[in-house]
């Protein structure tokens, strides 16, 4: 499964890969490898007790802060939503400069899970940040000014957009591009890190054949394990959205590949095949743009099981050896050790329940697909993992010290099924054709599905285990060698699975979605330190020192994938998401907590309904809800996005124009009047307003029972 490429190479000589980040924390995962772990030792088991805010900044925004900052010569880089980008003296916290670039927040529409970024990259004094648009800037690392911008995006009639990090490569910045879920061709661009100029771009998934020959002969050789009638109209999918490493030592690039569009195999490639390189660990030249060797995780990709979670780069001792590795936990489960110099699977080792998989080909390690169990051609099945992943984009930590990697894992599974028949492609529009209930709330949700269908979930064998044993998220140390779990301590709720630091010192920090910075025992996982926050945290901590003072420095703010389902018991729901940086020291002090909501209010009338509203109206405008608005607008009490149950007298004058003449575009509100025509806005907002009506009263009874106004509601995604 792990294939050499015929291609002749002309890598660079091969360099020594640094063992953990020292003063300076060089890249958002630390050091080249992205181990997430440093070296520095001043703040340890012994004096942790006395961390406190050091300093914190005010980032000026609400949405998801997935990123960890990058110091380099004293100044901390900070990469913010859209593309924004910071500089502050890393001692001090002054602000040197701060970088917004003018999006396109049309594109906006096409990002599923937020508009996050997760890093930048600082090389010869300059920063280089991707914006959600899919322009590459290179900023003047002393002064944020623009030295160059490149448009990445192949074909802005799509819906590419950009949340990844870029990765320097000698003399060029890589970076990747995301949006499988809509009508995209995944790939990954390389620009001229002097100049901006693309100097080669690599395609994930073949074209449609009958527009002629593949751009390079790996593709040719995917096209083989595609269904030449493939929905080719759709794109194929396979955005690599995050996960692309440099690797000194081989000199190759490594690119982790997404998800297949539409996400099921049947409906993409109906005659079948592994539909090459979705779900794929593969190897570039970066000299040439040409694949060295690649390992395909998730064959068929049913499930959107993407590779494109980071990896990490070490060295171990496997079999007697001592190896150049990856280490790689995808969605699919499991925990990878494969070798950077030919792709060879070393280790696959499950760390969450996996009922996609019967077992791995000898030799090959290729995946034997379990179809009883996990394909929902014919009928809903509930899969594990789910689609959130049991790992995804939240960093994992990797000790030298003690060989054990440190990340969060969600064993959950969820409900997936998909309506009947081939669906028509929509531009810049949701594409995926899949429904899916996480196994949290499967069982609820059961009881609300048209009786046939009820009573075939409850026949899966998988409910009776969903049943059982609905999952959880968890922050684990295992070893990657043997999979097994050294220590575990439970999150606060599956959606809590923040990103991790290790330090030399014995260290584990991780931040949580109720707001608190946790230090723990990397032997035990025992609390060492908390200190409450008031801001919720996903992203991963980093460390560095400045004359001789260590600090830990983190960026908070909830969001992702399924930001507007802003749960409970986070800090977003009870304090607000003004995203903030916050950075701590030995002997600092506390951490100002931002003021409490104020009390939920009941939901103000309605309108009246327009002349010849009828209940098949509503109905229409229910279902072009949910196929269009629902994935941002989820209608819960203190959602990241409006709450359109609350809808004041203003909003429902101007909706037509907000809806499809971009009236709010500035604002992050997209315009959609190339899907929808005036009678369908019509139809939305007539359900809407039924919605909101519905509302009121429930509310107003509830109010007058004594009873809270919120309550628990279903998750239709989660934290991708």
């Given at each position: 499964m792990a294939i050499l490429a015929t291609a002749s190479l002309t890598l660079a000589a091969a360099a020594p890969l640094t063992q953990g980040a020292g003063s300076e924390w060089i890249e958002p995962g630390g050091d080249a490898g992205k181990m997430h772990w440093s070296t520095l030792d001043a703040i340890n088991p012994a004096n942790v007790a006395r961390l406190g805010l050091a300093w914190e900044a005010d980032l000026g925004t609400a949405r998801g802060q997935e990123a960890s900052p990058v110091m380099v010569g004293g100044v901390l880089y900070v990469a913010g939503n859209a593309g924004r980008a910071y500089a502050y003296d890393a001692a001090s916290g002054r602000e040197l400069w701060r970088f917004e670039p003018e999006v396109d927040m049309q594109r906006n529409r096409t990002a599923c899970c937020d508009m996050v970024n997760r890093g930048l990259?600082?090389?010869?004094?300059?920063?280089?940040?991707?914006?959600l648009d899919g322009w590459m800037y290179a900023l003047d690392a002393k002064t944020g000014a623009v030295v160059w911008k490149t448009d990445f995006i192949e074909d802005r009639k799509r819906g590419d957009n950009s949340t990844g990090a870029p990765e320097v490569a000698g003399d060029l910045v890589v970076i990747g591009m995301g949006g499988a879920e809509y009508d995209v061709r995944g790939y990954v661009t390389a620009l001229?890190?002097?100049?901006?100029?693309?100097?080669?771009?690599?395609?994930?998934?073949?074209?449609?054949?009958?527009?002629?020959?593949?751009?390079?002969?790996?593709?040719?050789?995917?096209?083989?394990?595609?269904?030449?009638k493939s929905r080719w109209d759709v794109g194929g999918g396979g955005a690599p959205w995050d996960a692309i490493n440099y690797d000194p030592e081989t000199g190759y690039v490594l690119v982790g590949t997404g998800n297949g569009g539409p996400y099921a195999r049947s409906k993409r490639s109906p005659a079948g095949g592994d539909n090459l390189y979705l779900g794929s660990l593969v190897a570039l030249d970066p000299k040439t743009g040409r694949m060295v060797w690649h390992y395909q995780e998730t064959p068929e990709d049913n499930w959107d099981f993407t590779s494109t979670q980071p990896m990490i780069l070490t060295h171990m001792a496997v079999d007697g050896q001592t190896r150049g590795v990856i280490l790689h936990a995808p969605k699919n489960g499991f925990l990878y050790v494969i070798d950077r110099k030919t792709g060879q699977v070393l280790r696959a080792n499950a760390i969450a329940?996996?009922?996609?998989?019967?077992?791995?080909?000898?030799g090959t390690m290729k995946p034997i697909l379990d179809r009883a169990a996990a394909d929902y051609t014919d009928g809903p099945k509930i899969v594990f993992p789910s689609t959130v992943g049991a790992r995804n984009w939240f960093p994992a930590a990797y000790s030298p010290q003690t060989g054990l990697y440190y990340g969060s894992v969600a064993d959950i599974g969820n409900l997936i099924f998909m309506t009947p028949g081939a669906k028509p492609y929509r531009a810049r529009a949701l594409n995926n054709d899949a429904a899916l209930i996480f196994t949290p709330d499967v069982v609820a949700a059961t009881e609300t599905l048209p009786p046939p269908m009820a009573q075939a979930v409850k026949a899966l064998p998988a409910y009776a285990q969903a049943k059982a044993d609905p999952g959880k998220s968890q922050l684990r140390a295992i070893d990657p060698l043997t999979g097994k779990t050294v220590w575990a301590v439970d999150s606060e709720g599956w959606q809590d699975r923040g990103g991790v630091l290790a330090t030399a010192s014995g260290l584990i920090v991780q931040g949580t979605l109720s707001g608190k910075l946790v230090v723990r025992d990397a032997r035990n996982g025992a609390v060492l330190?908390?200190?409450?926050?008031?801001?919720?945290?996903?992203?991963?901590?980093?460390t560095y020192a400045v004359r001789g003072v260590q600090y830990i420095a983190v960026q908070a703010g909830w969001g992702g994938g399924g930001w507007a389902f802003t749960p409970r018991y986070s800090a977003a729901y009870s304090r607000g998401n003004q995203n903030r940086l916050l950075v701590f020291r030995l002997d600092g002090g506390k951490v100002p907590l931002p003021p409490l909501l104020p009390p939920l209010e009941v939901a103000p009338p309605p309108p009246a309904q327009a002349p010849g509203v009828t209940a098949a109206t509503i109905a229409r405008g229910q279902g072009l809800f949910f196929a269009n608005c629902a994935i941002c607008h989820a209608n819960i009490h203190r959602s990241m996005a409006p709450d359109l149950r609350r809808m004041q007298p203003g909003t429902h004058e101007a909706f037509r124009q907000i809806v499809l003449e971009g009236a709010l575009l500035p604002a992050g509100m997209p315009r959609w009047d190339d899907v929808l025509r005036p009678d369908d806005a019509d139809a939305i907002h007539a359900y809407l307003i039924d919605l909101q009506g519905k509302t009121r009263a429930d509310e107003l009874a509830k109010q007058k029972a004594g009873k809270p106004l919120d309550g628990p509601s279903l998750t239709i995604l989660s934290n991708y």
């Open positions: 990259a600082v090389s010869g004094g300059k920063v280089f940040i991707a914006a001229d890190i002097k100049t901006g100029a693309i100097r080669w771009r690599w395609h994930v998934v073949p074209h449609d054949p009958a527009l002629g020959p593949q751009e390079t002969p790996e593709l040719e050789a995917a096209l083989k394990t595609w269904d030449p329940r996996a009922n996609w998989i019967k077992g791995f080909e000898p330190k908390t200190i409450e926050t008031g801001s919720p945290i996903m992203a991963a901590p980093i």
